[in-house]
Nanobody, 123 residues
Framework: VQLQASGGGLVQAGGSLRLSCVAS????????VGWFRQDPGRDREFVAS????????YYADSVKGRFTVSRDRAKYIVYLQMNDLKPDDTAVYYC?????????????????WGQGTLVTVSS
């Protein structure tokens, strides 16, 4: 499975962005997908995850109520809608695919990783 994350960019605080994670490989549709982010000098942190059928989603406390993860299984795409962005959201965002259908907040549960897309939020 190869993943391609896109949609990052520069946005002012309070603005919105939608990230996309496009996958090759049919198994993508049967497995959970997670979004993680990493700022230079900081550890990679969990952002959101979604189960194979979209029935379960999980969010980091820092993004609850602002970010929404969704997926289009037929198109092998997972989205991360980010609203009310804050400067602390600045990071490289990565999508990752698990080898199981149940979503997790642990990066160790994810096997395949995309290359990341940079989100910069100015104050």
């Amino acid at each position: 499975v190869q993943l391609q994350a896109s949609g990052g960019g520069l946005v002012q605080a309070g603005g919105s962005l939608r990230l996309s994670c496009v996958a090759s490989g049919r198994t993508f549709s049967n497995n959970a997908v997670g979004w993680f982010r990493q700022d230079p000098g900081r550890d990679r942190e969990f952002v959101a995850s979604i189960s194979w059928n979209g029935g379960n989603t999980y969010y980091a406390d820092s993004v609850k109520g602002r970010f929404t993860v969704s997926r289009d299984r037929a198109k092998y795409i997972v989205y991360l809608q980010m609203n009310d962005l804050k400067p602390d959201d600045t990071a490289v965002y990565y999508c990752a695919s698990a080898l199981r259908p149940i979503a997790s907040m642990s990066s160790g549960e994810y096997r395949y990783w995309g290359q990341g897309t940079l989100v910069t939020v100015s104050s």
